[in-house]
């Protein structure tokens, strides 16, 4: 997915998690092969081309774009898995895989706590300790090396943290409206959620609408905040955010 992941896992019995950490790898490097847009072999391309049916594709494919239909529907058509006329999921699928690895790892038995990066999107299930919640930093995308925020919650069982922005790729998030890179007052989006997969979608749908849209439709969304940080440097939230940060 042409990105590093980590994986942190606390608790469980250590044949156990390895072998449930070498099927999760397994599974990242197979929705790679299945959803690359850059391998012509992968499912995607190969359905791009006309030479598959969503039915003849790894069932994962019609999972995948499932949830991703369901994204479009909600950001009103702001998240998109169409570029250039051709299916292009990528937008979802790598939240979609680091969070479906760390649902996989919690099953163990006597595992406590789950910690995906998938690029620097975290998915987090359950504690690393009894009494402590994860933390993640939230890079500060004006200031190399500096943080914008740290987000905590002790007492959540699962929750996930994505970022969509500029600072790291540069203009790279399209508006659907005109196909060409996405031109906005913004220059990173953070949005915490429940899971990784739809958390990754608002991200990047909230960045394309710009500040004053992108903050009223998360606020609208029941299981979302967000941390916007326009190009000057102000950073705006909605209203429920307060309760995650330290």
């Not at 019995?13 to 490097?29: E, N, Q």
Request: hydrophobic letters at 45%; aromatic letters at 6%.
């Amino acid at each position: 997915m042409g990105t590093v992941f980590s994986i942190d896992v606390r608790g469980g019995d250590p044949g156990a998690v390895r072998a449930a950490l070498a099927k999760a790898v397994r599974g990242l490097h197979a929705a790679d092969a299945a959803f690359s847009t850059y391998r012509e072999d992968s499912d995607v391309s190969r359905l791009g081309r006309g030479e598959l049916t969503v039915s003849r594709c790894a069932p994962e494919v019609a999972e995948v774009l499932g949830l991703a239909a369901e994204a479009e529907r909600v950001s009103g058509g702001w998240f998109s898995t169409r570029y250039r006329g051709a299916p292009d999921p990528t937008g979802i699928v790598k939240g979609w895989a680091a969070e479906r690895a760390a649902r996989e790892l919690a099953a163990v038995a006597g595992v406590r706590g789950v910690a995906v990066n998938g690029g620097g999107d975290v998915q987090l299930l359950g504690a690393p300790e009894p009494g402590r919640a994860w933390r993640v930093g939230v890079a500060d995308p004006l200031r190399a090396g500096g943080l914008a925020a740290v987000v905590s919650a002790a007492g959540a069982r699962e929750w996930a943290v994505a970022t969509s922005g500029t600072a790291e790729r540069g203009a790279h998030i399209v508006d659907p409206r005109t196909g060409r890179p996405a031109v906005t007052d913004l220059v990173a989006v953070t949005v915490v959620g429940p899971g990784l997969a739809f958390a990754d979608c608002w991200a990047t749908a909230a960045f394309a609408m710009g500040t004053r849209e992108g903050l009223s439709w998360l606020e609208s969304l029941p299981d979302a905040e967000g941390l916007l940080i326009t190009t000057d440097g102000e950073a705006r939230c909605t209203a429920g955010l307060g309760a995650w940060l330290e």
